[in-house]
């Protein structure tokens, strides 16, 4: 009993007699010195760094989020983002941009319709060359779109939609059809379409009329 006893005297005296020895550097900061900006695939670095400059120097620590967000707010096509920090002095913010889905021609100007619904300021890009053209009622192309999604339409074939004042569309595909659908119940107009294209004796049609209820009228 008695050495275990001695055992702990010892390593008492040993804890309160030693003293560990910590050298503090001074110069040990956390202040942002460099910003990386990630999965930006349409917006260009250097201009969201602009948005966000005044984040050098500050404290990586003790970031203020909301300054952030309302600085890349004004910014169309960022959707959201998410911010890492790398200490001691580096932030990297990962993009996620909004996605086109169509040109929005409105008079003489032009936007970005995303496929949320949101109108995108317009950015000339290559890559949305593709995209069909919208001329009339984004909010009510939103709606025939996800249904066109919906019935598997192939919406890449789609050169441009036309809204007329009436509440109809026509859809002109990328092969010169045009589809006039009636205001009502269009889907089933659209899906008769798909079944009509599949055999070879419409191929000669350019016009698929649905305007007229349970009528259609070729040309």
């Known amino acids: 009993m008695k ?7 010892i390593f008492f005296i040993f804890l309160t007699s030693y003293t560990p020895k910590f050298s503090f550097n001074s110069n040990f900061k956390l202040n942002i010195e460099e910003i990386t900006i990630k999965n930006n695939l349409i917006l ?15 404290n990586l620590f003790f970031l203020n989020i909301k300054n952030i967000e309302e600085s890349l707010k ?5 959707e959201s983002f998410t911010l890492k920090k790398i200490y001691p ?12 889905i169509a040109i929005l021609q409105n008079k003489k100007e032009r936007f970005y319709i995303s496929n949320k619904g949101s109108i995108i300021k317009f950015i000339n890009q290559d ?6 053209t919208v001329f009339g009622n984004e909010s009510t192309f939103f709606s025939l779109y996800e249904d066109l999604k ?10 441009s939609f036309y809204f007329f004042e009436s ?4 859809l002109v595909m990328k092969d010169e059809n045009i589809i006039k659908l009636p205001i009502k119940d269009y889907l089933f107009s659209i899906e008769n379409y798909m079944d009509l294209k599949n055999e070879d ?19």
Not at 89 to 100: A, Q, S
Not at 127 to 132: H, K
Not at 167 to 170: A, E, I, L, N, S
Not at 202 to 219: E, V, W
């Open 127 to 132: 890559f949305f060359y593709d995209l069909p």
């Open 74 to 78: 004004g910014i169309d096509f960022i």
């Open 89 to 100: 002095n580096k932030l990297k913010i990962i993009i996620t941009e909004k996605v086109p």
């Open 44 to 58: 260009n670095s250097d201009e969201i760094k602009k948005k966000i400059n005044f984040l050098y120097g500050k």
């Open 167 to 170: 509440g109809r569309w026509d």
């Open 3 to 9: 050495k275990p006893l001695f055992s702990i005297i």
């Open 150 to 159: 919906n019935i598997k339409f192939p919406i890449k074939k789609i050169k």
């Open 201 to 219: 004796n419409f191929n000669k049609y350019k016009i698929f009329d649905y305007r007229i209820k349970d009528q259609l009228i070729l040309n």
